[in-house]
């Protein structure tokens, strides 16, 4: 029977949680890295047991955390974060300039079928690559030196590369979002980039057709489709079918569209899952009931998914990495709270139950399915 295995990354560490195919029981290890900020904790499809952490320390800065035996041990592997050539600027709050600071990785991405290729997205927004699991880094420079970034600036969070998508199809595409500047796209494997931002809307610019400047929250795509891609922005669910040429909103009946996680079932291309807040001044669910919303037509049509799922007095955060999915026949999901609840879902999304609970704020919630 397969098993499933939950990597969580939270405020103060890093949590394993593993479960037969069933889904009923849980095994909780960690935390490891305790009193640590865990951004985000994934692992690799190529060689399950390789996992990585990105450790914000303030007394050491960045960190990248690997291990090679699903997280019985670990090691402290490549720091060395630099951007590449004369780093320049880009605009603050304010519009004035300022200049590229590196922060910390918010998102680790391993190549779908090499072990040793991993990508980071950085703050400030920046894309790396490591060819030897995670030992060195280089930046990819083309999408920081992209003729638009002067002009980006921060989000609320700070300027991230948040998502990297990889095209299972296509091994030279890469897809990066970036708040708040907005969708890119390279066919190229990092060389060259190009905003794919047209038909977003946001508020504060007065340009319909600007080419960056938009907050996108989250990227989500379903491997057998990897034209079409599904976007939770900063207010707006959209949708592009042509790889980012153009997007429409699909935010339909939802009550708000505001949010930061949105995902895709594992075997229903069209069945999409987001976790709506009430607005971006209040992060929490709209009346206090923590939903998750369904659409099995691609948008437009969503349905609220609410047993097992606190519905009064709940005012905690889903963040943007905090949702992921198994690739089990009954499709599982999976978010976590900024209230250290993680939720399960072993029917795709119809019920929901806690697998933990009372754990640090959580940032990142990665899903293997194991043989």
Known sequence: MSRVRVLVGTRKGAFVLTSDGKRERWEVSG?????????????????????FASQSTSWF???IQRSDDAGQTWQAVGNQFSYEGTPGTHQWYDGTPHPWEFARVWHLEPAPNDPDTIYAGVEDAALFRSGDAGQTWQELPGLRT???????QPGAGGMCLHTIVLDPRDSERIFAAISAAGAFRSDDSGKTWRAINRGLKS?????????????????????SRPDTLFMQKHWDVMRT??????WREISGDLPTDFGFVIDVHAHEPDTIYVVPIKSDSEHFPLDGRLRVYRSRTGG????????????????????????????????????GTTGGQVYASADA??????????LPAVLSVQVQTLP
Not at 146 to 152: G, I, N, Q
Not at 241 to 246: I, L, P, V
Not at 307 to 320: A, I, M, S
Request: with cysteine; charged share 25%; proline share 8%.
């Open 349 to 358: 999304g119809d019920s929901w139950a806690p697998i933990v609970r009372d």
């Open 300 to 335: 437009d049509e969503w349905e609220p998914l609410t047993k097992g799922l606190p519905q009064e007095n709940c005012y905690v955060n889903v963040l943007r990495d905090a949702m992921a999915v198994d690739s089990l026949e009954d499709c599982g999901i999976y978010f």
């Open 61 to 63: 800065g960045q960190l």
């Open 241 to 246: 079918d042509d790889a980012g040429e153009s």
């Open 146 to 152: 992209h003729h638009s970034a002067p002009s980006w």
């Open 31 to 51: 935390p490891h890295f305790a009193g640590w900020e865990i951004y985000h904790f994934t692992g690799s499809r190529a060689e399950p047991d390789r996992l």
């Open 203 to 223: 508020q504060g610019i007065p340009d319909p057709d600007a080419e960056v400047g938009h907050c996108v929250h989250r990227i989500a795509q379903h491997r």
